[in-house]
T-cell receptor, first 114, second 112 residues
Framework: DAGITQSPRHKVTETGTPVTLRCHQTENHRYMYWYRQDPGHGLRLIHYSYGVKDTDKGEVSDGYSVSRSKTEDFLLTLESATSSQTSVYFC?????????????FGEGSRLTVL | TQLLEQSPQFLSIQEGENLTVYCNSSSVFSSLQWYRQEPGEGPVLLVTVVTGGEVKKLKRLTFQFGDARKDSSLHITAAQPGDTGLYLCAGAGAGNNRKLIWGLGTSLAVNP
């Protein structure tokens, strides 16, 4: 099984502060994704990466940036956190052994912005 | 905009009952995936259906992809408390399967 580690798992921060969430994978999968999950909105794609230094925006990318300097790490940064970014954030990798783009998810990072 | 509608949104049943949840769209998908998510964890892939009319079974779970590849259903036979969770469907569009279209999920509670 693929291994994904998200850190931190829980974070409370104040409005206006920068926050970085880290996703680390152990199996050199090419595609990595950041989602947020909110009641009533489901899973929404923030950004994704298809290789080192290759990233693209998802449907809710405003206020977020990402970086992928190594295959194994995909960072999500909130430059200036707002209360609307309180959410549970999931990192996922695309399983190359899957039929069509199946995803393997991390355990999530719960972020609270006060 | 492609949308996936899941129904019902919430379902609470007794152990041993059967149930069906639905995932519907007006759009055609090249494949459709079902995930289950337990509280505090990420979604876990259950199955992928690819061919219109396809039926896949996973123990007591039966998944069906509609003939037109616009809808899918998940039937659980003799539900158990361990089936409790959020069931999510996700559709992959033809030609670009890097971005999945997600339903909002069906929250299932199976009471002992």
């Amino acid at each position: 099984d693929a291994g994904i580690t998200q850190s931190p798992r829980h974070k409370v921060t104040e409005t206006g502060t920068p926050v970085t969430l880290r996703c680390h994978q152990t199996e050199n999968h090419r595609y990595m994704y950041w989602y947020r999950q909110d009641p009533g909105h489901g899973l929404r794609l923030i950004h994704y990466s298809y290789g080192v230094k290759d990233t693209d925006k998802g449907e809710v990318s405003d206020g977020y940036s990402v970086s992928r300097s190594k295959t194994e790490d995909f960072l999500l940064t909130l430059e200036s956190a707002t209360s609307s970014q309180t959410s549970v954030y999931f990192c996922a990798i695309r399983m190359t052994s899957g039929t069509v783009g199946e995803l393997f998810f991390g355990e999530g990072s719960r972020l609270t912005v006060l | 905009t492609q949308l996936l509608e899941q129904s019902p949104q919430f379902l609470s049943i007794q152990e041993g009952e059967n149930l069906t949840v639905y995932c519907n769209s007006s759009s055609v998908f090249s494949s459709l995936q079902w995930y289950r998510q337990e509280p505090g964890e990420g979604p876990v892939l259950l199955v992928t259906v690819v061919t219109g009319g396809e039926v896949k079974k996973l123990k007591r779970l039966t998944f069906q992809f509609g003939d037109a590849r616009k809808d899918s259903s998940l039937h659980i036979t003799a539900a158990q408390p361990g089936d409790t969770g959020l069931y999510l469907c996700a559709g992959a569009g033809a030609g670009n399967n890097r971005k999945l279209i997600w339903g909002l999920g069906t929250s299932l509670a199976v009471n002992p």
